[in-house]
């Protein structure tokens, strides 16, 4: 079984990402962030949009429901914690909740915190998840909905995917949120040469995702809260991997 998967660049740092099932010749868009870029990408290599998956109701993320499913009559999965906000949606699913594309088994993992209603789609088979908003590689998403340990219980969830599994993410934030991460953990060889590679990839214009489970557990200080001494390190020995994460966010959103 396989599974094609294009991602494209979208409204400057936004990724948009066809899924293409070839046995049942079934095509997914993951979120819709604008009609003109998915549309190319749909035509050159002459698939046609049967499903859109959204991931949550941001505007860069759900601008071209509407004009794709008007231009192809697809349906729209989306979150059921924010149906009300999520334009056209046909399906509402999740957490918990499975569903079939072509030979696919699609995951519904909810993952609130940049918004009250996130969800990501995992496929367990094609080793691949769709994380949105939710973590980055080197970063994770702002909280503007959730709280720090909603968020937190978010992660840990993305955290106990298969190491080996591709996630592919909504943004391209992998050069900032290195440098961030290098303040964190000046002395994580791994991280260091991430940001190296990730510095080589951006210069050269190529994308840093997908990224996998292990790199990011390896290298992102977010899905480092607990890990041994990081406390320590933020000068909160004893404290919880909720509180650590906290101050490791809220250092992020005052970074420059
Ligand atoms: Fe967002």
């Not at 399906?91 to 993952?111: H, N, Q």
């Not at 996130?118 to 949105?132: D, K, R």
């Amino acid at each position: 079984m396989t599974l094609i998967i294009e991602q494209f660049l979208c409204r400057g740092d936004n990724y948009g990402v066809l899924v293409h099932e070839p046995e049942a010749g079934l095509t997914a868009s993951i979120d819709a962030p604008a009609e003109r870029p998915i549309r190319d990408a749909l035509a050159a290599r002459n698939w046609r949009l049967d499903r859109i998956f959204t991931t949550h109701h941001h505007g860069d993320h759900v601008e071209a429901n509407l004009p794709l499913r008007t231009a192809f009559g697809c349906t729209i999965v989306g979150p059921a914690g924010e149906a009300d906000k999520v334009p056209g949606i046909d399906e509402p699913v999740k957490g918990g909740d499975t569903f079939m594309f072509g030979a696919f088994e699609v995951r519904v993992i909810d993952t609130p915190g940049h918004t009250l209603g996130h969800i990501s789609y995992w496929l367990p088979a094609a080793g691949v998840a769709f994380v949105a908003d939710t973590l980055f590689s080197l970063g994770c998403g702002r909280l503007f909905e959730g709280t720090p340990a909603m968020m937190w219980e978010s992660l840990l969830k993305l955290r106990a995917l298969p190491d080996e599994t591709g996630i592919y993410c909504g943004h391209e934030y992998t050069e900032a949120n290195a440098r961030f991460a290098l303040t964190i953990e000046p002395d994580n060889p791994e991280l260091v040469a991430r940001a190296e590679e990730v510095k080589r990839l951006r210069a050269m214009g190529e994308p840093t995702l997908p990224t996998t489970i292990g790199l990011e557990k390896a290298t992102n200080p977010f899905l480092r809260a607990d890990a041994p001494g990081m406390g320590a390190r933020l000068g909160m020995a004893n404290a919880d991997p909720v509180a650590i994460f906290a101050e490791i966010r809220r250092r992020k959103d005052n970074f420059r």
